[in-house]
């Protein structure tokens, strides 16, 4: 079935890096835009970044400018985050996403959604 | 950036009531707007998009309405398991901003 999965998640400590990953299954990954959606804990989601379907319109939240990339390889339909220069504020769930229209730009509601993964950032 | 803003935070209903989430846009957002349950330790799952069309699969007691700036949700038959944390979310242009949401529990 339509699926997401994402790993890469760990405990790190502030002013390191992660790399996130999303593997997509069962859909063509290639016609969607992506998104990754974040959930500290005991609080509410948090939209994080967007990747068009086609590798362009890469918007970011502004506490994470700068410090994030979003990308995807489509040849392996997987999407990614990589995250440097971590704070302690990072620390949730990174949830991906998959916006519902094919060739919306990702500007869409989010349909389908990974399982997410635990990144702590701690000292 | 719009601004999204849900009431009430919390709400305690009877199972058979209807409940109602509000949600505000801080700006116009047309129909660009979704809804989400979250039942604890779960993951968000989408219940509405364009603001009034159940995404397939939800059960029909699950509604919403509104355009602009202001929308709802309604369960018209609160069941025991729609006990959950509501979100609603704008998606017409970034930041793609949800609400704080509403957590629905049972009386």
Redesign the interface.
């Given at each position: 079935q339509v699926q997401l999965v994402e790993s890469g998640g760990g405990v790190v400590q502030p002013g390191k890096s992660l790399r996130l990953s999303c593997a997509a299954s069962a859909f063509s990954f290639s016609t969607y835009g992506m998104?990754w959606?974040r959930q500290a804990p005991g609080k509410?989601?948090?939209?994080v970044a967007?990747i068009g379907f086609d590798g362009s319109n890469i918007?970011y939240?502004?506490s994470v400018k700068g410090r994030f990339t979003i990308s995807r390889d489509d040849s392996e339909s997987t999407l990614y985050l990589q995250m440097n220069s971590l704070r302690v504020e990072d620390t949730a769930v990174y949830?991906c996403t998959r916006?519902?229209r094919l060739r919306a730009g990702g500007?869409?509601?989010?349909?389908i959604?990974?399982?997410?993964t635990m990144v702590s950032v701690s000292s | 950036d719009i601004q999204m803003t849900q009431s009430p935070s919390s709400l305690s209903a009877s199972v058979g009531d209807r409940v109602t989430i509000t949600c505000r846009a801080s700006q116009g957002i047309s129909n660009n707007l979704a809804w989400y349950q979250q039942k604890p330790g779960k993951v968000p799952k989408l219940l509405i998009y364009a603001a009034s069309t159940l995404q397939s699969g939800v059960p029909s007691r699950f509604s919403g309405s509104g355009s602009g700036t202001y929308f709802t949700l309604t369960i018209s038959s609160l069941q025991p398991e729609d006990v959950a944390t509501y979100y609603c979310q704008k998606y017409n242009s970034a930041p793609w901003t949800f609400g704080q949401g509403t957590k629905v529990e049972i009386k």
């Open positions: 998104h959606v509410g989601l948090e939209w967007v918007y939240i502004d949830y916006a519902r500007k869409d509601a989010f349909d959604w990974g399982q997410g | -």
